[in-house]
């Protein structure tokens, strides 16, 4: 289950908030590692680190990395302060954080009887290469909207491990991170989804919100057994909570898997099954032959929801100008444009939603 190595930090490669990115050698030889100084401290060259190989020998593309567990000879003092709620829940390294709804945070009294997030639009996804290109489009329309990103925790479960949206938070393109189920380490901390979304309007003051998994996604190949299925989930949380749900399709060009070519069955499944409140799906304007394929694999999901034919005009450029490197299964703009269309496609509608 877990691939064990000791090693030796041999250099840093370059650092972000939450995360160090290491050069270490292990008896095989040396490999690319990454560690969450919050929650092990900040490994230094010659340390001795203790660390899982396991992502790394499976040759996992967006998880490659072997993972610091531990820096035994140089641990970090015991956290201080308030946090009650933990999560990566009884793993070995389990965290305890402050959470937004527990008592003894100072937005307790604003959550307990929250219940409504006044008809905020909420951009669900499936993958969390989705998030930059949603973040395009929304911004083409309407540059002075204040968006959170709600991270669910079916990739990542640290904030950390995403360089997107440390970059998209410090240029003020995400107002804030919210991080929610077993994820931690967002700028706030939710038990739940329907938590989350009400500490995006009410704590970050959000004029729209984006629910998608962290980086990384699983995936078997069958009609249900995929992590991307919380989407659906989104959806009726979003609506319950009084909230506008759009619903970011998940398109692919560039994808030769019969399953995810066009329409993915993922958004099928997601939001024609698992969705029961209505939303507005967003339904690029595609040329061609493939616009049509994506056009007629949607209309089934107007059983239930709300089809919206969006225009894509200025959105390739607005996608040329992200401020964050846009790639999707490493495959970027050029290689799967369909993909980072539909994406920003539904940043567009959700800007059209905003009071």
């Known amino acids: 289950m877990i691939r064990w190595r000791k090693g030796e930090v041999v250099r840093i490669r370059r650092e972000w908030p939450g995360a160090v990115e290491l050069d270490v050698t292990v008896p095989e ?28 020998a499976m040759g996992l593309g967006t998880g490659g990395y072997a993972m610091v567990v531990a820096v035994p000879n140089r641990l970090p003092e015991d956290p201080q ?9 009884y793993t070995p390294l389990q965290a305890t954080v402050l959470g937004a709804d527990e008592q003894g945070s100072p937005h307790h009294d604003v959550l307990r009887e929250a219940d409504s997030i006044g008809g905020m639009p909420v951009v669900v996804a499936d993958l969390h290469s989705a998030l930059p290109p949603i973040l395009c489009g929304l911004y083409e329309s309407r540059p002075g909207v204040r968006v959170a990103y709600v991270m669910q925790d079916g990739g990542a479960l640290p904030a950390w491990f995403s ?31 329907h938590t989350g979304l009400l500490a995006a309007r009410h704590v970050l003051q959000a004029d729209v919100a984006v629910v998608a998994q962290g980086p990384g996604n699983l995936g078997t190949g069958t009609r249900w057994g995929f992590s991307g299925v919380s989407a659906g989930e989104a959806v009726n949380a979003a609506a319950v909570l009084l909230g506008r749900p759009v619903a970011a399709l998940r398109v692919s060009e560039g994808d030769r898997r019969e399953r995810h070519y066009g329409l993915s069955h993922h958004s099928l499944t997601a939001y024609g099954r698992v969705a029961l409140s209505p939303a507005d799906v967003p339904v ?11 056009r007629r694999q949607a209309e089934p999901l107007a059983e239930r929801h709300r089809l919206v034919s969006v225009p894509l005009d200025g959105l390739h450029e607005a996608l040329r100008a992200s401020p964050v490197r846009l790639s999707t299964m490493g495959r970027g703009l050029e290689e799967d444009l369909a993909y980072f269309l ?14």
């Open 29 to 56: 030889g040396e490999c690319r590692a990454l560690a969450y100084p919050p929650l092990v401290g900040r490994p230094e060259p010659g340390d001795e680190v203790l660390l899982n190989t396991t992502a790394l």
């Open 81 to 89: 302060g308030p946090g009650h709620l933990v999560k990566a829940r």
């Open 163 to 193: 360089m997107a949206a440390a970059r998209l938070r410090e240029i003020g393109w995400l107002a804030g991170v919210v991080t929610v189920g077993q994820a931690f380490g967002g700028d706030v901390e939710a038990v739940t989804v």
């Open 284 to 294: 690029p304007e595609l040329p061609g032959e493939f616009g049509e394929r994506v």
């Open 342 to 355: 539909t994406s920003a496609a539904a940043g567009r509608l959700a800007a059209s939603l905003t009071s």
